[in-house]
């Protein structure tokens, strides 16, 4: 599966902070659920490549 493939899942993202001060990406899909902790650091070099990828998008539809 590579990020082209589309896939008929339905999954709930959720994103918050920790008690130890990690950030939490919660990922639930069919009865799986996914905890990813990161730290602040990597959160944000995580949300910078989330901005340029949307950017990238947007410059697709044109």
Do not use: H, W
């Not at 990020?3 to 339905?10: K, L, T």
């Not at 999954?11 to 920790?18: D, E, H, K, M, Y």
């Not at 009865?31 to 990828?53: H, K, R, S, V, Y």
């Amino acid at each position: 599966m590579g990020i082209n493939d589309e896939r008929d899942i339905e999954a709930n993202l959720q994103i918050g902070p920790t008690d130890l001060g990690q950030v939490r990406l919660f990922v639930e899909a069919g009865g799986t659920e996914i905890p990813m902790d990161f730290t602040p650091n990597e959160a944000q070099e995580i949300a910078e490549e989330i901005l340029a990828a949307a950017k990238a998008a947007r410059a697709l539809k044109r």
